[in-house]
């Protein structure tokens, strides 16, 4: 089955940059999209299709993808921001959707 | 707005069932397909289960497949999970979530999410 791998955590100061990686066999040759989950809340995608953004969430949020990594990177980093970030795709082999391990962000 | 507000969640012993509903307002329902998505405890996502817009195409993750049934009516706007043969690791919150297209896509919006609990 496909496995997304992600670090379990991230820290940043304030002002600082974020990356988090989504690690998975040739995840180039598929979209990813990005979720964020603050506590107690549903998820939010924060970046589709790889690099794409929704309305209403920040440029600071950007994403890319190549070979076998995935990136979410945040930019400029609020306190706002931390949160537990999952990446996805759609495994087209297996007819199933798979989420990544996740990574909880911290701010410093 | 667009809002989905699950329901149907409980407390059920282990090998029971349950029939949790997602309402859909404020979109077309019938042309966006949907999904399942639960949350154990502490835990990370995980995938549950995926409907076609059109109810024409069904897939359901290995944990749950052949006990978890994912289904939808068009004219009442609603989204049903039916679940059987419940086990503990089935406790989870279980939220709906709409896709971005009316096969697969990103999940643009999502429910609340209702808490089962499986438990003697």
């Known amino acids: 089955s496909y496995v997304l791998t992600q670090p379990p955590s991230v820290s940043v100061a304030p002002g600082k940059t974020a990356r988090i990686t989504c690690g998975g066999t040739?995840?180039?040759?598929?979209?990813v999209h990005w979720y964020q989950q603050k506590p107690g809340q549903a998820p939010v995608v924060v970046i589709y299709?790889?690099?794409d953004r929704p309305s209403g969430i920040p440029e600071r949020f950007s994403g890319s993808n190549s070979g076998n990594t995935a990136t979410l990177t945040i930019s400029r980093v609020e306190a706002g921001d931390e949160a537990d970030y999952y990446c996805?795709?759609?495994?087209?082999?297996?007819?199933?959707?798979?989420f990544g391990t996740g990574t909880k962000v911290t701010v410093l | 707005q667009m809002q989905l507000v699950e329901s149907g969640g409980g407390v059920v012993q282990p090998g029971g069932s349950l029939r949790l509903s997602c309402a859909a307002s404020?979109?077309?329902?019938?042309?966006?397909?949907m999904y399942w998505v639960r949350q154990a405890p502490g835990k990370g996502l995980e995938w549950v289960a995926f409907?076609?817009?059109?109810?024409?195409?069904?897939y359901s993750a290995d944990s749950v497949k052949g006990r978890f049934t994912i289904s939808r009516d068009n004219s009442r706007n609603t989204l049903y999970l039916q679940m059987n043969t419940l086990r503990a690791e089935d406790t989870a919150v279980y939220y709906c979530?709409?896709?971005?297209?009316?096969?697969?896509?990103?999940?643009?919006?999502w429910g609340n999410g209702t808490t089962v609990t499986v438990s003697s």
């Open positions: 979530a709409k896709s971005s297209s009316g096969g697969s896509g990103y999940m643009d919006v």
């Open positions: 404020g979109f077309t329902f019938s042309t966006y397909a």
């Open positions: 409907i076609r817009y059109d109810g024409g195409h069904e």
């Open positions: 040739n995840i180039g040759s598929q979209s």
């Open positions: 299709y790889d690099s």
């Open positions: 996805q795709v759609w495994d087209n082999s297996n007819n199933r959707y798979v």
